[in-house]
Structure formats: structure tokens, C-alpha cells
């Protein structure tokens, strides 16, 4: 869970997350680190050697939630999604769709993949990515590449939206 747990979805609030993270230095190598929240110590994103995650937006628990209601809040989550998603291509053009499925195959076959990859994969951000790129914004007027996807764990763990910054290219990997 993160610090944004069951608070509304806001679309300019979403907006103002991907730019702070888009204009942030970004680490140039090194290990990847989570970073948490210092009051509640709730997931507040990754980062590693030229990216970071983070989320914009978590739904609240369903725990003990069933269908409709659960429906209801996949269908909202769904909705906060494309309305992001269409805020950026409005912003940047069409996006590019990157696949999870080989970093999935990768993570349960325990198979190195690159840090980017590693990081989703282990905050259990496995929703396929929405990706621009590059685009500009960087702290130096660098280029940069921001993916956004929409993720759950499992069936009563949140809705997470978020946002992946990077320095190089978000690309498929190769299926082995």
C-alpha cells in the first residue's frame, strides 16, 4: 500500500505527480532502493541506475470487497487510467504500448532482467505500460521516457496507478 491509499482520484493532482518525478534527477547507477513514506512507512516508489516509479493514485482496500462493487472499483480505476493516459497524449502524441509479460515469465522463472524491469516486477506494478518517450522535461533539459500503468497484486489489494521516469529508452524485452 502507499500514502495515497482510498484518497480520490484527481486528475491535476496525477498530472503534477508525473512532472515532480519528471524533473527530478534521476540516479545515474546503483542498486535499486524503495523509498517509503517516514510517517506511515507506505511504499512511496523506486529507484535505480537512470529511472524512478512512483505511484499517482491507489484505490481503497477490497478486502471483504465482492462483485459489483468490486467491478465498480476496477471500472473506476480503468477510467482514472485512460483519463491519464489521455491527458499525456494530448501533451506528447500516441503512446507506446510495453508489454509485462516477458518481465513476469522472467521474475517467476528468477531470471535477470534489467533494473527497470526488476523494480516494477517487485512492487508488483505488472500492468502493461502506456510509454512516451523520449520527452523533454529532465532537471537539465534532458530527455526522458514516462510510463504509466495500472496494477493489483491480487484480487483484494488496491488498484495502484503509476508512474515509471527514465533516461533511456522503455522498451519490450525479448521473449528467450
Known sequence: MT??????????????????L???PLPPDGTVADDHDPVGA???????GGFAVAPV??????????APEWNEVEEAAEGHLAELVGELERRWGARRVVG??????????????????????????LGDL??????????????????????????????VLAVAVADHPVAELEDD
Not at 493514485?57 to 465482492?66: A, D, F, K, P, T
Open 22 to 24: 519528471l524533473a527530478q
Open 42 to 48: 507506505e511504499w512511496a516508489g523506486a529507484r535505480g
Open 57 to 66: 493514485w491507489e484505490s481503497r482496500s477490497l478486502v471483504g470487497v465482492y
Open 3 to 20: 500514502d495515497l491509499l482510498g484518497q480520490p482520484f484527481v486528475s491535476a493532482e496525477a498530472l503534477d505527480r508525473v512532472e515532480r
Open 100 to 125: 509485462m509479460r516477458v518481465p513476469l515469465i522472467r521474475r517467476v522463472a528468477r531470471q535477470p532482467m534489467p533494473p527497470f524491469f526488476e523494480a516494477l516486477c517487485d512492487n508488483d506494478l
Open 130 to 159: 502506456a510509454v512516451w518517450g523520449p520527452v523533454p522535461g529532465g532537471p537539465d533539459g534532458d530527455d526522458r521516457w514516462v510510463a504509466v500503468s495500472l496494477n493489483q497484486s491480487d484480487g483484494d489489494a488496491p488498484f
